[in-house]
């Protein structure tokens, strides 16, 4: 036994010796990395940026008027208890990105890689925006201490002031030459640009554009600054974050798209139809066909183009050939078939997570608050005209024809003096149709919906309507905020919950701090 027990002990050894990584190489697939580095862990964050806002855009959208048909409270302003349909958003910013950038920051700051740590703060940034602009408080400073079972809330504010810190940090990284940022290439895990540092630097001076012009309502508002950040961010529309869908499979399709299926039962909205008819712009007697529509939204079989008031089901019938039809263009429900589909709802169409456009109504609304009306004329113009070469890649071709008389029209002030906050407004709110959910909303609140901001600009009056009653906990009040995710939160975190009021059956009709003065 001892002669035996020795020779075990040798061969033991021999094989520590001789290495013993080779020993159990034949447990690994070189096909999936055993150590988690950036390089892995990057590509598919884009796609959770993605599903989170078109998840939970199949009620915002109805709240925010770009979807219709009666098909969820969402359109009513109401929430479901118990339901985590209303939480992508909050699940994308904790579990699908959260983690996962903390572990890109650790790897690579370790590495000297500053354009991983410089990507990862800057998709922070961006999540941290769009998650406060969608529930209002959320758990910033103890998010992700894992020694806890109890997480306080942090206010707004706070908020805010952690997404410009963190922009401006992704700045100061992609803009580094020391390290190995310049020799670590993340061009093949960058889906988005490459690994071009400098369109990350402007998608950050995107959000922090974002993030300033919320605050319109407030004392501390600095137009002045808000287009110094549009002046640094995107340039053109070749330079719009956009995430990629391949669209050859339901798991790699755009969630908007015939594959997923996602959006059979919805309708086109009155609202974008007035907006493409011109029957809500400078002067509805006057106005031209919008060439973006045919891109846009569908006609009905006879011909008219038709979309349906908020919280209203589709009346039309195949007899009298009326239907309104949904997003894909098609009619009853209908699912016209992998690919078919139209604008943004196609399968293997690009979301936009940011563009141009956006960039640009946001400097046009800055400009007109700061009393340089030209600026925001030329800004104006800049996004009404991306935005139709922004529609027409994605559909039948606009001409160069169509778009100057489409530009030189009375649907289009013709001018700087006779601009107004309403054009600007209703401009953006049309261009974002399909990809701008959150960043519409933070425009209706700021204006307070219908009743106008603090300085009584009312663009959307007479265009956006309530319906005809809101969800029964809301005691006739709007929507400001969605509830945090229920699984996640009202089953673990109660204690939380009830120090900001989100115990409450109204709260989600609780004004944001962003909105008010």
């Known amino acids: 036994m ?11 050894t021999l094989i520590v010796a001789s290495g013993c990584k080779k020993y159990l190489d034949v447990n690994i697939d070189p096909a999936t990395p055993q150590e988690v580095s950036s390089k892995t862990l990057t590509p598919p964050l ?4 993605e599903r989170g806002i078109q998840f939970d855009s199949r009620y915002l ?14 359109e009513q302003h109401g929430w479901i208890a118990g339901s985590d349909n209303m939480g992508e958003i909050w699940r994308t910013n904790y579990f699908g990105l959260g983690a996962n950038l903390n572990l890109i920051i650790k790897d690579s700051e370790g590495k000297q890689e500053w354009n991983y740590v410089g990507m990862a703060q800057a998709l922070k940034a961006w999540s941290w925006q769009t998650t406060t ?11 992700f201490d ?12 706070d908020v805010y002031a952690e997404v410009v810190r963190l922009a401006n940090e992704s700045i100061r990284n992609f803009s580094r030459t020391d390290g190995n940022g310049t020799v670590v ?7 988005i640009y490459a690994g071009d540092n400098a369109k990350w630097i402007k998608f950050n001076y995107g959000i922090l554009a974002r993030n300033a012009n919320n605050l319109v309502n407030k004392a501390t508002y600095d137009p002045a600054k808000v287009i110094e950040y549009v002046d640094k961010s995107l340039a053109s529309n070749a330079e719009n974050f956009i995430v990629p869908n391949t669209g050859t499979t339901a798991l790699n399709g755009n969630f908007f798209g015939p594959l997923r299926a996602n959006l059979a039962a919805y309708r086109q ?3 974008i139809v007035g907006l493409l008819d011109g029957t809500f712009l400078s002067n509805p007697t006057a106005s031209v066909i919008d060439p973006r529509r045919n891109n846009m939204i569908t006609a009905s079989p006879d011909l008219v183009f038709r979309g349906v008031p908020p919280y209203t089901a589709d009346g039309g019938t195949a007899l009298a050939k ?4 949904n997003p894909w263009g098609a009619l009853g429900g209908a699912n016209p078939g992998p690919n078919q589909g139209k604008y943004l709802f196609r399968d293997n169409v690009g979301f936009p997570i940011m563009t141009y456009t956006e960039m640009q109504f946001i400097k046009a609304e800055a400009a007109f608050r700061k009393g340089d009306l030209p600026l925001a004329y030329t800004a104006y113009l800049n996004g009404i005209s991306s935005s139709i070469d922004f529609v027409s890649a994605l559909g039948t071709a606009i001409t160069p024809a169509e778009k100057v008389a489409y530009l030189t029209s009375a649907s289009v002030r013709q001018n700087a003096a006779s601009l107004t906050i309403r054009d600007i407004m209703l401009q953006k709110y049309l261009a974002l149709y399909g990809y701008g959910f959150v960043e519409t909303w933070c425009d209706l609140r700021k204006f307070n919906y219908i009743d106008g901001d603090v300085a009584g600009n009312k663009p959307y009056l007479n265009v956006y309507r309530y319906p005809t009653s809101f969800f029964v906990d809301n005691g006739g009040k709007p929507a400001q905020r969605y509830r945090p995710r229920y699984n996640s939160e009202y089953l673990w975190n109660t204690v939380s919950l009830k120090k900001i009021g989100a115990d409450r059956s109204d709260y989600h009709t609780y004004k944001m701090w962003f909105s008010q003065p």
């Open 269 to 271: 909205t009155g609202i």
């Open 133 to 143: 602009d969608y529930h209002g408080d959320i758990i910033l400073k103890q998010a």
């Open 322 to 325: 009326n239907q309104t039809p």
């Open 146 to 157: 894992v020694n806890r079972y109890v997480y306080d809330y942090d206010p707004q504010q």
């Open 46 to 49: 884009f796609a959770q940026m």
């Open 185 to 191: 290439k993340f061009g093949p895990a960058d889906l």
């Open 61 to 74: 959208g109805g709240l925010i008027q770009y979807f219709g048909g009666a098909v969820n409270v969402g």
């Open 2 to 12: 001892k002669k035996i027990y020795i020779l075990f002990s040798v061969f033991a």
